[in-house]
């Protein structure tokens, strides 16, 4: 091969590495992250949430996990997390496996025995119930 059709080559495969570079750091590294706002909500009680967790986590997992669900029920502990955030426990019939809304307005009000409706992405079955993060009152 001649030493023009190298070059060429070189160029080639340079062009297309810089093409591809620019793809993954554009499309895959700074996508933008999805607000639970933006996402259609699946909806469901905190009882029943929590009724099918408990019944059978895996088939849950599939039907939940990871995606927006819009959870009603009424608030049986407020409290802040780690990070200083709103945490809200909506009631269940298990008294320590409720419902875990990690609300992202650090400022919302909230009370005890209040009637919620709240946004947010399921993030599965832990310890001390099911688990929403990045939540937002409706």
């Not at 023009?4 to 590294?29: E, N, P, Q, R, S």
Request: aromatic residues 6%; positive net charge.
């Amino acid at each position: 091969m001649s030493r023009k059709k190298w070059i060429g080559l070189f160029i080639a495969g340079l062009i297309l590495g810089v093409c591809t570079a620019l793809y993954v750091w554009v499309y895959v590294i700074n996508k933008p992250h999805e607000k639970v706002e933006d996402a259609k909500g699946i909806t469901i009680t905190a009882l029943a949430l929590a009724k099918e967790y408990s019944a059978n986590e895996k088939k849950s997992d599939s039907l939940y996990l990871n995606k927006a669900i819009e959870v009603s029920g009424v608030i049986s502990e407020v409290d802040k997390n780690q990070d200083g955030g709103l945490m809200i426990v909506l009631k269940t019939d298990d008294p320590s496996a409720g419902v875990q809304c990690a609300l992202r307005d650090k400022g919302a009000t909230v009370a005890k025995d209040q009637n919620i409706t709240i946004k947010g992405f399921c993030s599965g079955n832990g310890i001390t119930g099911v688990s929403l993060t990045d939540c937002v009152i409706k």
